[in-house]
């Protein structure tokens, strides 16, 4: 088993809805609502549950094919999701907006103000500050004072302009008007200058942040359920494999074809293949061949959307085989999705279970198999079929999950909460004291 170390992913309040409809005829399906769990570098952590539970949707919205509805994802320790309040303040941080171009870059009046200068001292700013907040504090606070001498200065204008004009023959007044008025065009030009050199540094930052995301979400890998329809049928094998490094700037044609033969290798297929079809492969080597498209990144983490779902029984065996050679000998950090629990408890570290959108019970497989505690983890395995025809007889009826008959949170809602050491449960205070009271009875 790999060494299991600090934590490479965590996953907080996440959500993703699915709308349909307008108005009143508007339906929200809550696909994920609020789970929340961390991986660990060198685990496997399965998410697992029935077909619509949504596992492969908070799979999906991690590595941000969907755009999450709400919370927040950490990976290497650098948030890669925010919530949406989070980016919605991200996105304006780093806005210029037309009007402003229109009004400042490129107006006559203010051309001469964004200078060259002016833009390598953002640049600076933005690289040499180990916190921008300071930055962007000072340059308001220089706006707010320029902003009361702008008053001033209008109140100063008002002031000599009413006396030159009683007062028509003063020269003297004419000259203080007329200072007056560039007093008040340069103060204006001083916080229209700060305001320039904020969006500047707010523009950088962001485009910052968003190179150290591209940088982050290369590590991070999909093999998708479905070997056929991920595979572009007109492409080849070496561009399918090659493509996710040519989207991120490799040029070198004999570094990718390296690459690519590599990664064919690690799989089981031959450097050959490269240049066949996907429909010249079977099932299996079709997924091999998503598989190569993950690894050919040198990703850290990889997500493995129900990858033995749509393959034979002897197929999957060699696929398990092929990601746990991954994570022993390339030190892969595996979430596994999957409802196949005979499969999870043997390849797995820790387990999560899922049903409509929540997260029901997370810890170690052994807990969760040897010991569920709640009546959806224990239907579920209930459901594990065994080859003991006898057993089969003997046990009768599957268990089957009735929520609305074997919970009563009619006072008092249910959270998650660590009934042992490594093994959460959704439950109220009363189902925690059984869970608890359960555990007890077992050690006995």
Known sequence: ?????DEILRVEHLKHYFTSGRGKKKIVVKAVDDISFSVYKGEVFSLVGESGCGKTTTGRAIIKLYNATGGNVFFHGQRIIADVREAKKMLKAGE???EDYKQVIYDKKFERV????MKKEAKALTEDSPDVQERLKEFNDKIDDAKKRVGEAELELQRVTAEAQADPTNKELKE?????????VSTKKEVRLNEIRIKRVKHIERR??????KDLMRRMQMIFQDPIASLNPRMTVKEIIAEGLRINGEKDEAEIDRRVKESLKIVGLVPEHAARYPHEFSGGQRQ??????ALVANPSFIIADEPISALDVSIRAQVINLLNDLRENFGVTILFIAHDLSVVKYFS?????MYFGKIVEIGDKDKIFDNP?????LSLIDSIPHPDPLYEQARGEIKRYNPMKQHDYSVEGPTLREVEPGHVVLCNTKEFEEYQARIKANKK
């Open 176 to 184: 203080e008007v007329k200072k007056a008025k560039n007093n008040l």
């Open 96 to 98: 210029i907006s037309r």
């Open 288 to 293: 091999r061949i998503g598989i190569a498209r």
């Open 1 to 5: 088993m790999a060494k299991i170390g």
């Open 114 to 117: 964004v200078t060259p200068e």
């Open 373 to 377: 505690l709640h009546p959806y983890t």
């Open 349 to 353: 570290d820790r387990v999560a279970v």
């Open 208 to 213: 910052r942040i968003l190179r150290r995301n």
